[in-house]
Protein backbone atom coordinates (compact mmCIF):
# COMPACT_ATOMS: atom_id res chain seq x y z
CA UNK A 1 0.00 0.00 0.00
CA UNK A 2 2.57 2.51 -0.93
CA UNK A 3 2.05 5.31 -3.24
CA UNK A 4 4.49 6.52 -5.92
CA UNK A 5 4.99 10.35 -6.67
CA UNK A 6 3.96 9.49 -10.12
CA UNK A 7 0.61 9.03 -8.84
CA UNK A 8 0.41 11.52 -6.51
CA UNK A 9 1.35 13.94 -9.74
CA UNK A 10 -2.38 13.43 -10.79
CA UNK A 11 -4.47 12.79 -8.00
CA UNK A 12 -7.63 12.62 -9.92
CA UNK A 13 -6.23 9.43 -11.81
CA UNK A 14 -5.16 8.27 -8.75
CA UNK A 15 -8.55 7.89 -7.14
CA UNK A 16 -10.21 6.60 -10.16
CA UNK A 17 -7.50 3.95 -9.57
CA UNK A 18 -7.49 2.98 -6.35
CA UNK A 19 -11.29 3.98 -5.56
CA UNK A 20 -13.12 3.78 -8.52
CA UNK A 21 -14.21 7.29 -8.02
CA UNK A 22 -14.64 9.32 -11.21
CA UNK A 23 -15.78 13.28 -12.29
CA UNK A 24 -17.67 14.59 -15.02
CA UNK A 25 -15.66 15.90 -18.07
CA UNK A 26 -14.00 19.19 -17.87
CA UNK A 27 -15.56 19.09 -14.27
CA UNK A 28 -12.79 21.26 -12.21
CA UNK A 29 -12.92 23.94 -15.22
CA UNK A 30 -16.48 24.73 -14.80
CA UNK A 31 -16.57 24.34 -11.16
CA UNK A 32 -14.06 27.16 -11.01
CA UNK A 33 -16.21 29.60 -12.72
CA UNK A 34 -19.21 28.72 -10.81
CA UNK A 35 -17.16 29.35 -7.70
CA UNK A 36 -15.77 32.60 -9.45
CA UNK A 37 -19.26 33.57 -9.96
CA UNK A 38 -20.83 32.76 -6.57
CA UNK A 39 -17.62 34.97 -5.12
CA UNK A 40 -18.46 37.95 -7.13
CA UNK A 41 -21.56 37.89 -6.32
CA UNK A 42 -20.60 38.02 -2.44
CA UNK A 43 -18.46 40.85 -3.29
CA UNK A 44 -21.21 42.56 -5.45
CA UNK A 45 -23.97 43.89 -2.36
CA UNK A 46 -20.44 45.36 -0.55
CA UNK A 47 -20.71 48.90 -2.55
CA UNK A 48 -18.53 50.86 -0.58
CA UNK A 49 -21.13 53.27 1.71
CA UNK A 50 -18.97 56.71 2.65
CA UNK A 51 -18.99 56.79 6.11
CA UNK A 52 -17.57 59.37 8.80
CA UNK A 53 -16.70 58.52 12.08
CA UNK A 54 -18.99 60.45 14.44
CA UNK A 55 -16.11 62.51 15.50
CA UNK A 56 -15.92 63.94 12.02
CA UNK A 57 -19.62 64.00 10.74
CA UNK A 58 -21.26 65.74 13.65
CA UNK A 59 -19.39 68.93 13.27
CA UNK A 60 -19.55 68.53 9.50
CA UNK A 61 -23.58 68.10 9.74
CA UNK A 62 -24.24 71.15 11.70
CA UNK A 63 -21.50 73.33 9.98
CA UNK A 64 -23.87 72.51 6.48
CA UNK A 65 -27.03 73.22 8.65
CA UNK A 66 -25.38 76.28 9.69
CA UNK A 67 -24.59 77.45 6.50
CA UNK A 68 -28.00 76.43 4.66
CA UNK A 69 -29.65 78.45 7.83
CA UNK A 70 -27.45 81.64 7.46
CA UNK A 71 -27.94 82.04 3.60
CA UNK A 72 -32.03 81.74 4.09
CA UNK A 73 -31.86 84.18 6.68
CA UNK A 74 -29.83 86.55 4.89
CA UNK A 75 -31.44 85.89 1.57
CA UNK A 76 -34.48 87.07 3.66
CA UNK A 77 -33.10 90.24 5.10
CA UNK A 78 -31.15 91.61 2.52
CA UNK A 79 -33.07 94.39 0.56
CA UNK A 80 -30.75 94.35 -2.68
CA UNK A 81 -31.93 90.68 -2.69
CA UNK A 82 -35.45 91.22 -2.19
CA UNK A 83 -35.34 93.07 -5.08
CA UNK A 84 -33.59 90.85 -7.72
CA UNK A 85 -36.22 89.27 -10.22
CA UNK A 86 -36.39 85.67 -9.66
CA UNK A 87 -39.71 84.37 -9.43
CA UNK A 88 -43.07 85.40 -10.38
CA UNK A 89 -44.17 86.68 -7.01
CA UNK A 90 -41.52 88.31 -6.70
CA UNK A 91 -41.96 90.19 -10.66
CA UNK A 92 -45.97 90.69 -9.56
CA UNK A 93 -44.56 92.47 -6.04
CA UNK A 94 -41.95 94.73 -8.64
CA UNK A 95 -44.72 95.14 -10.89
CA UNK A 96 -47.26 96.93 -7.96
CA UNK A 97 -45.18 99.68 -8.31
CA UNK A 98 -45.03 99.73 -11.86
CA UNK A 99 -48.37 99.06 -12.41
CA UNK A 100 -49.67 102.17 -10.99
CA UNK A 101 -48.00 104.24 -13.78
CA UNK A 102 -48.80 102.27 -16.53
CA UNK A 103 -51.90 99.91 -15.85
CA UNK A 104 -52.00 98.76 -19.63
CA UNK A 105 -48.20 97.71 -20.37
CA UNK A 106 -47.70 96.14 -16.62
CA UNK A 107 -50.97 93.71 -18.02
CA UNK A 108 -49.81 92.66 -20.89
CA UNK A 109 -46.09 91.56 -19.24
CA UNK A 110 -48.58 89.24 -16.34
CA UNK A 111 -48.92 86.02 -17.38
CA UNK A 112 -53.03 84.92 -17.79
CA UNK A 113 -53.04 83.03 -14.91
CA UNK A 114 -52.27 85.59 -12.71
CA UNK A 115 -54.65 88.40 -14.23
CA UNK A 116 -57.17 87.89 -11.80
CA UNK A 117 -54.70 88.51 -8.83
CA UNK A 118 -53.37 91.34 -10.61
CA UNK A 119 -56.44 93.18 -11.10
CA UNK A 120 -57.60 92.65 -7.28
CA UNK A 121 -54.12 93.66 -6.29
CA UNK A 122 -54.38 96.69 -8.54
CA UNK A 123 -57.84 97.91 -7.36
CA UNK A 124 -56.83 97.42 -3.76
CA UNK A 125 -53.85 99.74 -4.13
CA UNK A 126 -55.56 101.98 -6.67
CA UNK A 127 -59.02 102.70 -5.82
CA UNK A 128 -59.89 101.60 -2.48
CA UNK A 129 -56.58 103.12 -1.15
CA UNK A 130 -56.84 106.64 -2.61
CA UNK A 131 -60.25 106.57 -2.00
CA UNK A 132 -59.84 105.53 1.82
CA UNK A 133 -56.85 108.14 1.98
CA UNK A 134 -59.30 110.94 -0.04
CA UNK A 135 -61.75 110.31 2.50
CA UNK A 136 -59.31 110.75 5.68
CA UNK A 137 -58.25 114.05 3.75
CA UNK A 138 -61.53 115.37 3.46
CA UNK A 139 -62.20 114.23 7.39
CA UNK A 140 -59.42 116.15 8.29
CA UNK A 141 -60.08 119.31 6.08
CA UNK A 142 -63.76 119.07 7.93
CA UNK A 143 -62.01 118.93 11.51
CA UNK A 144 -59.49 121.46 10.96
CA UNK A 145 -62.54 123.62 9.41
CA UNK A 146 -64.64 123.37 12.44
CA UNK A 147 -61.70 123.79 14.45
CA UNK A 148 -60.97 127.46 12.77
CA UNK A 149 -64.48 127.40 13.39
CA UNK A 150 -64.29 127.28 16.95
CA UNK A 151 -61.36 129.87 17.45
CA UNK A 152 -62.97 132.29 15.04
CA UNK A 153 -65.81 131.97 17.06
CA UNK A 154 -63.91 132.17 20.54
CA UNK A 155 -61.87 135.13 18.90
CA UNK A 156 -65.30 136.71 18.45
CA UNK A 157 -66.95 136.40 21.85
CA UNK A 158 -63.66 137.61 23.50
CA UNK A 159 -63.79 140.36 21.54
CA UNK A 160 -67.34 140.98 21.79
CA UNK A 161 -67.11 141.02 25.79
CA UNK A 162 -64.18 143.78 25.48
CA UNK A 163 -66.43 146.09 23.00
CA UNK A 164 -69.14 145.08 25.99
CA UNK A 165 -67.16 145.68 29.08
CA UNK A 166 -65.57 149.22 27.13
CA UNK A 167 -69.03 149.80 25.92
CA UNK B 1 5.89 27.68 1.37
CA UNK B 2 6.93 30.63 -0.19
CA UNK B 3 4.69 30.25 -3.04
CA UNK B 4 1.93 30.10 -0.36
CA UNK B 5 2.81 32.94 1.72
CA UNK B 6 3.40 35.47 -1.32
CA UNK B 7 -0.50 33.86 -1.93
CA UNK B 8 -1.54 34.77 1.45
CA UNK B 9 -0.27 38.32 0.88
CA UNK B 10 -1.85 39.00 -2.24
CA UNK B 11 -5.32 37.06 -0.84
CA UNK B 12 -5.35 39.57 1.80
CA UNK B 13 -4.86 42.39 -0.61
CA UNK B 14 -8.37 43.82 -1.46
CA UNK B 15 -6.78 45.27 -5.22
CA UNK B 16 -5.22 41.45 -5.51
CA UNK B 17 -8.09 39.69 -3.85
CA UNK B 18 -10.12 38.32 -7.07
CA UNK B 19 -6.57 37.28 -8.66
CA UNK B 20 -4.97 35.87 -6.30
CA UNK B 21 -8.04 34.20 -5.86
CA UNK B 22 -7.87 32.46 -9.26
CA UNK B 23 -4.72 30.94 -9.11
CA UNK B 24 -5.77 29.83 -5.26
CA UNK B 25 -8.22 27.90 -6.93
CA UNK B 26 -5.94 26.47 -9.77
CA UNK B 27 -3.42 24.97 -7.27
CA UNK B 28 -5.61 23.55 -4.60
CA UNK B 29 -9.32 23.02 -6.44
CA UNK B 30 -8.60 19.73 -7.64
CA UNK B 31 -7.02 18.77 -4.05
CA UNK B 32 -10.01 20.14 -1.90
CA UNK B 33 -12.07 18.17 -3.94
CA UNK B 34 -10.93 14.56 -3.42
CA UNK B 35 -10.39 15.24 -0.30
CA UNK B 36 -13.67 16.46 0.25
CA UNK B 37 -15.11 13.73 -1.93
CA UNK B 38 -13.84 10.44 0.03
CA UNK B 39 -16.21 12.12 3.15
CA UNK B 40 -19.28 13.16 1.42
CA UNK B 41 -18.72 10.05 -1.46
CA UNK B 42 -20.63 11.08 -3.95
CA UNK B 43 -19.90 13.47 -6.91
CA UNK B 44 -22.71 15.69 -6.42
CA UNK B 45 -22.71 16.51 -2.73
CA UNK B 46 -18.63 16.69 -3.09
CA UNK B 47 -19.11 19.66 -5.77
CA UNK B 48 -21.57 21.34 -3.14
CA UNK B 49 -19.47 21.30 -0.80
CA UNK B 50 -16.62 22.35 -2.73
CA UNK B 51 -18.58 25.10 -3.88
CA UNK B 52 -19.34 26.13 -0.19
CA UNK B 53 -15.97 25.77 1.30
CA UNK B 54 -14.51 28.10 -1.31
CA UNK B 55 -17.20 30.44 -0.51
CA UNK B 56 -15.67 30.24 3.13
CA UNK B 57 -12.27 30.47 2.21
CA UNK B 58 -12.54 34.08 -0.18
CA UNK B 59 -14.55 34.95 3.15
CA UNK B 60 -12.11 34.35 5.77
CA UNK B 61 -8.98 34.64 4.22
CA UNK B 62 -8.84 38.39 5.58
CA UNK B 63 -9.12 36.58 9.14
CA UNK B 64 -6.42 33.89 8.61
CA UNK B 65 -4.26 34.27 11.55
CA UNK B 66 -1.22 32.15 9.76
CA UNK B 67 -0.80 30.14 12.86
CA UNK B 68 -0.42 27.15 10.26
CA UNK B 69 0.24 26.89 6.26
CA UNK B 70 -2.62 28.49 4.04
CA UNK B 71 -3.16 24.61 2.46
CA UNK B 72 -3.74 23.18 6.21
CA UNK B 73 -6.10 26.48 7.51
CA UNK B 74 -8.20 25.26 4.14
CA UNK B 75 -8.33 21.54 4.44
CA UNK B 76 -9.47 21.92 7.74
CA UNK B 77 -12.30 24.35 6.69
CA UNK B 78 -13.02 21.81 3.94
CA UNK B 79 -13.13 19.20 6.37
CA UNK B 80 -15.34 20.57 8.60
CA UNK B 81 -17.97 21.91 5.87
CA UNK B 82 -18.10 17.72 4.91
CA UNK B 83 -18.39 16.93 8.12
CA UNK B 84 -21.11 19.55 8.63
CA UNK B 85 -22.62 18.47 5.52
CA UNK B 86 -22.90 14.99 7.23
CA UNK B 87 -24.00 15.90 10.33
CA UNK B 88 -26.81 17.78 8.50
CA UNK B 89 -28.03 14.47 6.35
CA UNK B 90 -27.62 12.83 9.56
CA UNK B 91 -29.91 14.28 11.17
CA UNK B 92 -32.84 14.18 8.03
CA UNK B 93 -32.17 10.38 7.11
CA UNK B 94 -31.54 9.86 11.17
CA UNK B 95 -28.55 7.71 9.60
CA UNK B 96 -25.70 7.23 11.43
CA UNK B 97 -22.13 6.75 9.33
CA UNK B 98 -20.07 4.55 12.26
CA UNK B 99 -23.26 2.32 13.04
CA UNK B 100 -24.15 1.93 9.38
CA UNK B 101 -21.31 0.73 7.07
CA UNK B 102 -24.14 0.00 4.20
CA UNK B 103 -25.00 3.70 4.26
CA UNK B 104 -21.29 4.15 2.74
CA UNK B 105 -21.79 1.33 0.00
CA UNK B 106 -25.08 2.04 -0.72
CA UNK B 107 -24.49 6.00 -1.31
CA UNK B 108 -21.19 4.62 -3.30
CA UNK B 109 -23.15 2.76 -5.89
CA UNK B 110 -25.92 5.51 -6.01
CA UNK B 111 -23.39 7.96 -7.29
CA UNK B 112 -22.92 7.45 -11.08
CA UNK B 113 -19.63 8.66 -11.00
CA UNK B 114 -18.67 5.63 -9.27
CA UNK B 115 -17.32 2.78 -11.64
CA UNK B 116 -15.01 0.39 -9.34
CA UNK B 117 -14.21 -2.90 -10.42
CA UNK B 118 -14.30 -5.28 -7.68
CA UNK B 119 -11.02 -4.87 -6.56
CA UNK B 120 -12.02 -1.22 -5.73
CA UNK B 121 -15.40 -2.11 -4.48
CA UNK B 122 -13.28 -4.15 -1.73
CA UNK B 123 -10.99 -1.90 -1.14
CA UNK B 124 -13.77 0.86 -0.19
CA UNK B 125 -16.34 -1.92 1.82
CA UNK B 126 -12.71 -2.11 3.56
CA UNK B 127 -12.65 1.70 4.30
CA UNK B 128 -15.92 2.22 5.49
CA UNK B 129 -15.52 -0.86 7.71
CA UNK B 130 -13.30 1.43 9.79
CA UNK B 131 -14.29 3.65 12.36
CA UNK B 132 -14.44 7.68 10.86
CA UNK B 133 -11.64 9.04 12.31
CA UNK B 134 -9.53 6.09 11.34
CA UNK B 135 -10.79 6.58 7.58
CA UNK B 136 -10.04 10.26 7.81
CA UNK B 137 -6.70 9.87 9.09
CA UNK B 138 -6.01 6.70 6.43
CA UNK B 139 -7.62 8.88 3.73
CA UNK B 140 -5.48 12.38 4.92
CA UNK B 141 -2.52 10.44 4.20
CA UNK B 142 -2.81 8.08 1.48
CA UNK B 143 -4.77 9.75 -0.93
CA UNK B 144 -4.30 13.71 0.01
CA UNK B 145 -0.45 12.82 0.82
CA UNK B 146 -0.45 15.61 4.20
CA UNK B 147 2.27 15.10 6.44
CA UNK B 148 1.29 14.09 10.40
CA UNK B 149 1.67 17.41 11.69
CA UNK B 150 -0.71 18.68 8.93
CA UNK B 151 -3.08 15.98 9.72
CA UNK B 152 -3.32 16.36 13.48
CA UNK B 153 -4.04 20.27 13.07
CA UNK B 154 -6.24 19.41 10.60
CA UNK B 155 -8.25 16.41 12.84
CA UNK B 156 -6.45 18.21 16.51
CA UNK B 157 -4.58 13.99 17.12
CA UNK B 158 -1.56 13.96 18.42
CA UNK B 159 1.47 13.26 15.66
CA UNK B 160 2.34 10.54 17.73
CA UNK B 161 -1.21 8.85 17.82
CA UNK B 162 -1.52 9.99 14.15
CA UNK B 163 1.46 7.65 13.25
CA UNK B 164 0.86 4.75 15.22
CA UNK B 165 -2.56 4.72 14.19
CA UNK B 166 -2.11 5.13 10.14
CA UNK B 167 0.56 2.28 10.41
CA UNK B 168 -1.82 0.15 12.14
CA UNK B 169 -5.11 0.81 9.73
CA UNK B 170 -2.79 0.06 6.89
CA UNK B 171 -1.88 -3.18 7.88
CA UNK B 172 -5.90 -4.08 8.25
CA UNK B 173 -6.60 -3.38 5.13
CA UNK B 174 -3.37 -5.15 3.51
CA UNK B 175 -4.48 -8.12 5.73
CA UNK B 176 -8.07 -7.77 4.65
CA UNK B 177 -7.23 -7.69 1.28
CA UNK B 178 -5.39 -10.41 1.50
CA UNK B 179 -7.52 -12.50 2.87
CA UNK B 180 -10.13 -11.67 0.32
CA UNK B 181 -8.36 -13.60 -2.24
Redo the contacts between chains.
Keep these: MKTTNHQKENITKLHKEKLGMDIPEDFFSKSKEDILNKVIKIEEPKQKVFWLKPIFAYPIAASIILGITLTFWLQNNNPTVKNDITNIEEVTEFNSEFLESDFLVTSLIIPEGQIQDYLDQYIVSTIIIKAELSEQELENIFINSLFIEDSLLDNYVNESLIENLII | MKQEVDLTKKLKNPKLK?EA??DL??LY???L??HI??IVIT?DNA?DV??ET??RI??GITNFKEKSSLHTWMYRIAYNESIRFIEKNKKNSQVSLEEDTNHYLNTLME?S?????EL??K??TIISKLSEKKQRVFQMK????LSFREISEILNISENTLKSSYYSI?KT??EKILISY
Design positions: NFKLDQERYWRKHNLQFIFKDYFNGNQLLQYFDDVIE
